[in-house]
Structures are given as structure tokens and as C-alpha cells.
């Protein structure tokens, strides 16, 4: 069989957006592609029918999105067709089309001065939107020719990865009136709008005003869409304090109402309330995923996770919480984590992955090393059902949930779970081909326990041709997060690595996700329990395998993954090759040059800063033992990821050119810390390449011909 290519991810297709029309009998979803001439992806629309399955193509443009059910058989959806329809240089536009599913050609609805990342419909002609607005943007166009030469920061984060510099702006949700063609804000100037969802003329939403930094808690917000009213459920209020986020400073004179840095809304504070609470509520709380329904009293039920959003008791993962009239109670203890799938570079685009309906909230959870869709009712959470590999995104349909899953050797597709039978079946075929003919590696199972009694999930893909009388150089591959999860999905990059001739290790350490709040508790841990745990797992795989050439092991990662291989060459020569993909490691320096700095690496150190534990600090970064490192070591860094930010990657890359080692940098102009998975194709590819190139040099005798892999 012929071995999968680098280019071969130009081929697959990518499902998301997956949305239910009114009745239930038919579905939308959309299907993008690469396209390597226009360096991006095209895009377009699909329809199942599932009262006879079948599945076809509704567009034909290539450059459709976010689908809106209109009616029964209308859509609605974004598009670029016409001249037109491009904003003008330092303008937003983004506009709409209609189109029957009877037949026709889709129709220009409306456009919007807004590149707009989300809309739902109200009701007939009336849409609820979300758009990021700059604040620091000037009115004047004499002016805003000006604003193009300078950036303004006053705020935490002030970049975002990316997005370049983002201080003021914020994502605000607007009410859009298409027949007065007028739209209104509904969220405040400062605020930064979430998740929201529609339900009987009430619009739900989620998130946190600031004016210092972004906080860790947010709220859960009503507004009335008639009414123009607003009602506080949950969590913090919506006022900023005129100190910024005074972060509880007892000195603090800001706005009244702001007691100690606790931001409040006009009124009471729901959970300082004796009634409806059961102490189980936190005070502060990071809310997730919601969904809501109307009540029988012509109100609005809201059933939310929602966990304590002060981590230092370890409670990361969330419970889930119901409001109604005004009370919050505790609807059911889950601890999972709540809209996570296991990783993957076969995913692009979004997807519904938490919905209430009569009385009832399905929602999918990374449990262990699957992405499952959950029942919560009645109080309790139950798998719905059993599906081998990932549920990416679903939603409610006539007698049961479409949705959009990956398995071990296939690719996004669409299913259909059926309430009555409790059976899934597939409904579309669009990867099929593709995979035809081409060695895909089983994932074999190679879990075990570790020195510390705890169980450990890990995998292997055997290399194409594998001969066990053979010698095969291996490479381990660490999942970043690092509260991330491997599972049993394809992965191009593995099945790539797989088809080169390579044994591939995956593990998923402690620190990651699926397995509860004790398991994923890597505070203050970095580099210890994780370590352990990847280099029993690497001993362990090489036990099981004698085929493996333990002189030719290399090791890769990305984000904590790479912090982690950064990590690793600093404290053990058992690799001869490393690839370190958009790391950090420096904790000092990545408070401040991560957008995720002054939150994450404080809380994964335990409260401790560079000001409180500098000394702590330095001996838990990997540059600290770049004068150890003696393995040969290829940088891959996007110049715009802002997560974990070039400076990062280059300090280990710079200590490591100082030392004598053999090293290389590659970095990639205008992607982000999401270059592996939603990259622009040709530098998806480049970067496969390189990796290739970078282990076939020091874990073979001899390199990959240009063009095999292409």
C-alpha cells in the first residue's frame, strides 16, 4: 500500500458547522478544502435529508459560511461573489446570501459593516451577530490612515495570537433589523462578549467587562430583545471599576459598588443570596458551554458548567448548574472537562457542542481518549452512546443527533444517531477516497502503569512495511495544553511519520485532559510527574518493541509539547534528534510576552510570579539547562502566535547556537500558534517537510528525496 504524503492533506475534506433545519428532517453543514494556489481554503455548503440519507452539495462558489437556517428550506450564509462584496481597504463588510433548497440561485440578503465571526436568528428578518470592535479606532478617515502606523496598549492581554495587537478591542454581540437595515450593540463598550444563544426573543450570553485585564471569572447574562432589558444570572457582574480590575486591593476608590475588586451589577448579587444556593455555588466562577429553553411560565431556563475561577483548589473542571426564577442550583457533579475532543490536524472550523432541549442537555466531553457525546437529565450524566474515536460537533434532529465524528483510520464524517435504536449510522462519504489504497498505522494500544501506580494511556503506530527482524529509528510525539488528550483518531502527522518508516509513541502524561481534576493537576509540576511519565512511557514502548533502534529515538511537541522537548534535551541525551514546534521556555519572560502569560504561567506555578519566586521560576524553565543540551534540535515558530510567542522559541534556539549544538530555525510569516492545524496549506506542507527532512538527517543514513513526500 502506498504511504500517506505530506500533500495529501490538500485532498481531505474538513466538516463543521453542522445545524438543524426548524422540523429536524434536514441538516446544512459545511465542507472546506486546501487550496495550495490561493495559500487558504475553499468553503462550501452541503444538505442532508434524513428521511432518505442522502447527502449533496447546495453551493458551488467555494467561499460560503456561517449557515443560518432561514426556514424550513431557506439558508442563510455569508459569502464573497462579487467585487462587491470585498470591504474597501481598512473597512469590514461581510455579506449575506440566500438560497432555496427547492433549487434556484442564492440571492443577495444583506451586508453588514463587520467582519462578523457569528449570527442567529431571532425571528423573521431579525439576526443576533458577533463582531469584534476596536475601540481605539478613530472615526475620522484622515485620522484612521494615521491609527495604521502605531498601536495603543493599556490593557492585558494586548495582543492575541494571531490577531496582532488587541488592546481595546472587543468582541460585542449586535441586534441587526433587516428590513430598516439597522443594527444596535447590545453588550457595553468594554465588554467581552462569549458564547450566546437565542431563546424566544431572550438572548443568553456569556462574558466578563474589564479595563485593566481580562479576569478569570465572567458572567452569564439575559437581555431582553423586546424589552431591552437586562438581567444578571451568574457570576460577575458587568461593571468595570474605575481602577481597571482593582484585583481586590482593599484601597481601592473606584466606582461605587466596587467592594474590594469585587465588580458588582445594579442590584444584589445573586449568590450572596441565602435562598436557591446550596453552598455548592462557587463565588466567582468561570462559565462554559450553556444551554437554554423557555420555561412553562414564559421565561427562560439556563443550565450552564461552571467551575470555581480561582484555580489554587484545583477544581479546573467543571460542574453543571441550572438557572430559573432567579435561583442557581446545582443540577448535577460531572469534574470533566466540557466542549474538548481529543487532538487533531483534521479539524477545521466549529461546531455546536452543547445544547438543551426538552428538559434535556446533551454535550460532548474528552473522556479518557474519546470525544463523546453526553446525556445530562434528571441530575445525572451518562455517555449517550458508544462511538470509536471523536464526536467533533452535533446537533438536534428529528428522532435523534447529527453530528460530525473522526475514527482511528478515517477521516470528519457525518453520522446520524438514532434515539429509538440507540445505533449510529454514517451518512456521507466525502473522505473515502481519499484514504484508498494508502497504509494507515494502527493506533496499537500500549498503555501502562507508571512507578507511581497511576495508568497511563499510550499508543503506537508501527512504521508501513514494518518486519519485526528489522531495526526502525521512533519518534515521540507529546501533546501540547498541556490539558490536551491524544485519542484514538487519525492524525496526518503520525500516519506521515508512520508512512517515512518511523514507530510513532503518543502517551498522554499526567497534566492532560479526560481523566479528571487530580490527573490534570500539573501545577507546580512542570517537568516532574510529566517527565516521569514520558520517559517510562518511551521505556516501556521500547520493551514491547525490539524492533525499535533506541540509538535513533527523536522527540517532538508543540506549545507545552514543546516546552516539554525543550525540557527533555535538557535533561537526558537518550534522543538524537528533537523538533521543538511553538514552545516556550522561560517562564521570567513569558509573564509578559504571552498573551497568556499573566494568567496561565501564574496559575501552573502556583500564584508564584517573577517578582515573588524568580529563583523558582528559572529552575522550572528549559532554558535554564540549555548548556546540558547536546541534542541536535530544529525550531518550527509562527511569527505570529502570540501564545507562545517567537521570543520563546528563539531563546532556546539562541542558548543552543551559543552552546555549540546543532540547530536550526524555521519560522513562518503571518500564521499563528494554529500553523499544524489551520496554517495556510502550503506552509502545513513546508512545515511536515522540514520535520521529515530534520529526523530522516539524524535518525537515518540516508534523507527524503524532494518530491516523495510532496
Same mark, same amino acid.
Given at each position: ?67 443560518? +437556517?432561514?426556514? $424550513? ?7 464573497? *461573489?462579487?467585487?462587491?462584496? !470585498?470591504?474597501?481597504?481598512? !473597512? ?24 462578523? $465571526? ?50 481595546? #478591542? ?32 431572550? =438572548? ?16 452569564? +447574562?439575559?437581555?431582553?430583545? !423586546? ?9 460577575? &457582574? ?25 465588580? *458588582?451589577?445594579?442590584? $444584589? ?46 477544581? *479546573? ?48 466531553? %474528552? ?8 446525556? =445530562? ?15 467533533? @460537533?452535533?446537533?438536534?434532529? $428529528? ?24 445505533? %449510529? ?22 498503555? @501502562? ?40 483518531? @487519525? ?11 518511523? @514507530? ?53 511537541? &508543540? ?40 494568567? #496561565? ?33 530544529? #525550531? ?32 513562518? !510569516? ?8 489551520? &496554517? ?6 513546508? *512545515? ?23
Amino acid at each position: 500500500m502506498r504511504r500517506i504524503k505530506i500533500s495529501d492533506l490538500t485532498d481531505y475534506r474538513y466538516l463543521s458547522e453542522v445545524t438543524a433545519c426548524p422540523s429536524g428532517k434536514k441538516a446544512a453543514f459545511v465542507v472546506k478544502q486546501a487550496d495550495r494556489k490561493k495559500k487558504g481554503y475553499d468553503s462550501w455548503i452541503y444538505i442532508v435529508d434524513f428521511c432518505t440519507e442522502e447527502v449533496r452539495k447546495l453551493t458551488s462558489f467555494g467561499a460560503e459560511n456561517h449557515v443560518v +437556517f432561514d426556514d $424550513e428550506d431557506t439558508v442563510l450564509f455569508s459569502s464573497r *461573489r462579487k467585487p462587491e462584496d !470585498e470591504a474597501e481597504k481598512q !473597512e469590514q463588510k461581510t455579506v449575506f446570501y440566500r438560497i432555496s433548497l427547492k433549487g434556484g440561485e442564492a440571492e443577495r440578503a444583506f451586508e453588514l459593516p463587520f467582519d462578523v $465571526e457569528e449570527i442567529k436568528k431571532v425571528s423573521d428578518g431579525v439576526y443576533c451577530f458577533a463582531a469584534t470592535v476596536d475601540l481605539n479606532r478613530p472615526e475620522d478617515k484622515e485620522e484612521l490612515e494615521e491609527y495604521q502606523d502605531y498601536h495603543i496598549l493599556e490593557e492585558l492581554p494586548y495582543w492575541a495570537n494571531g490577531a496582532y495587537f488587541v488592546s481595546r #478591542f472587543r468582541r460585542t454581540l449586535f441586534v441587526f433589523h433587516e428590513a430598516e437595515g439597522t443594527w444596535e450593540r447590545v453588550t457595553e463598550q468594554l465588554f467581552a462578549a462569549e458564547h450566546f444563544e437565542i431563546q424566544d426573543g431572550w =438572548l443568553i450570553y456569556t462574558g466578563a467587562a474589564y479595563d485593566r485585564y481580562l479576569p478569570k471569572g465572567n458572567g452569564l +447574562f439575559c437581555y431582553d430583545l !423586546e424589552k431591552k432589558e437586562r438581567t444578571w444570572l451568574a457570576g460577575r &457582574g458587568n461593571q468595570v471599576c474605575s481602577r481597571g480590575n482593582c484585583a481586590g486591593r482593599k484601597d481601592c476608590v473606584g466606582r461605587e459598588g466596587c467592594i474590594g475588586g469585587k465588580d *458588582r451589577l445594579d442590584g $444584589e448579587n445573586p449568590i450572596d443570596r441565602e435562598d436557591g444556593f446550596d453552598g455548592q455555588v462557587p463565588a466567582d466562577m468561570r462559565i462554559g458551554l450553556f444551554g437554554c429553553e423557555a420555561d412553562r411560565q414564559g421565561g427562560v431556563r439556563v443550565i450552564f458548567s461552571g467551575s470555581a475561577a480561582d484555580a489554587a483548589d484545583g477544581k *479546573r473542571n467543571p460542574d453543571f448548574y441550572l438557572w430559573k426564577d432567579g435561583h442557581i442550583d446545582k443540577e448535577a457533579s460531572f469534574g470533566y472537562s466540557v466542549g474538548s475532543v481529543p487532538a487533531g490536524d483534521t479539524c477545521l472550523g466549529g461546531g455546536r457542542r452543547f445544547l438543551t432541549r426538552g428538559g434535556k442537555t446533551w454535550f460532548i466531553s %474528552c473522556r479518557r481518549t474519546r470525544g463523546s457525546i453526553h446525556l =445530562l437529565s434528571e441530575g445525572t450524566v451518562r455517555e449517550l452512546f458508544d462511538f470509536d474515536g471523536s464526536a467533533d @460537533f452535533f446537533d438536534k434532529a $428529528e428522532g435523534g443527533l447529527v453530528f460530525v465524528g473522526r475514527t482511528p483510520k478515517g477521516l470528519q464524517e457525518l453520522y446520524f444517531y438514532d434515539e429509538a435504536s440507540g445505533q %449510529c449510522r454514517r451518512l456521507s462519504h466525502l473522505n473515502e477516497a481519499v484514504l484508498e489504497d494508502r497504509y494507515v498505522g494502527t493506533m496499537e494500544n500500549a498503555g @501502562f502503569v507508571d512507578s507511581d501506580g497511576v495508568d497511563i494511556d499510550g499508543w503506537v503506530i508501527l512504521p508501513r512495511d514494518y518486519d519485526p527482524d528489522k531495526k526502525y529509528p521512533a519518534v515521540l510525539n507529546i501533546h501540547g495544553g498541556p490539558k490536551v488528550a491524544y485519542g484514538n483518531v @487519525f492524525f496526518h502527522e503520525m500516519q506521515v511519520l508512520a508512512g517515512a518508516g518511523y @514507530f510513532v509513541l503518543l502517551c498522554n502524561p499526567r497534566g492532560g485532559d479526560g481523566r479528571g481534576d487530580e490527573f490534570a493537576d500539573l501545577r507546580e509540576k512542570y517537568g516532574t510527574i510529566d517527565f516521569k511519565d514520558l520517559m517510562e512511557f518511551t521505556d516501556h514502548v521500547c520493551h514491547l518493541y525490539p524492533a525499535i533502534d533506541q540509538k535513533r529515538l527523536g522527540v517532538t511537541g &508543540g506549545s507545552y509539547g514543546g516546552f516539554m522537548t525543550n525540557w527533555i534535551i535538557g535533561h537526558t541525551d537518550r534522543f538524537a534528534a528533537a523538533v521543538s514546534q511553538r514552545s516556550f521556555s522561560n517562564f521570567l519572560s513569558d509573564f509578559g510576552c504571552s498573551e497568556i502569560g499573566y494568567s #496561565f504561567d501564574v496559575d501552573e506555578n502556583g500564584g508564584k510570579t517573577p517578582w515573588t519566586a524568580p529563583e523558582e521560576l528559572w529552575k522550572r524553565s528549559p532554558v535554564a539547562y540549555a548548556g546540558s543540551v547536546n541534542t541536535p534540535t530544529l #525550531f518550527i515558530h509562527s511569527l505570529k502566535d502570540y501564545n507562545c510567542p517567537l521570543s520563546e522559541g528563539m531563546q532556546m534556539f539562541a542558548a543552543l547556537k551559543y552552546f555549540g549544538v546543532p540547530s536550526k530555525a524555521f519560522l513562518f !510569516e503571518g500564521e499563528s500558534h494554529e500553523l499544524s492545524r489551520s &496554517g495556510k496549506p502550503v506552509h502545513r506542507i513546508r *512545515r511536515l517537510r522540514e520535520m521529515l527532512a530534520w529526523f530522516d538527517r539524524y535518525l537515518k543514513e540516508e534523507t527524503s528525496k524532494k518530491g516523495d513526500e510532496d
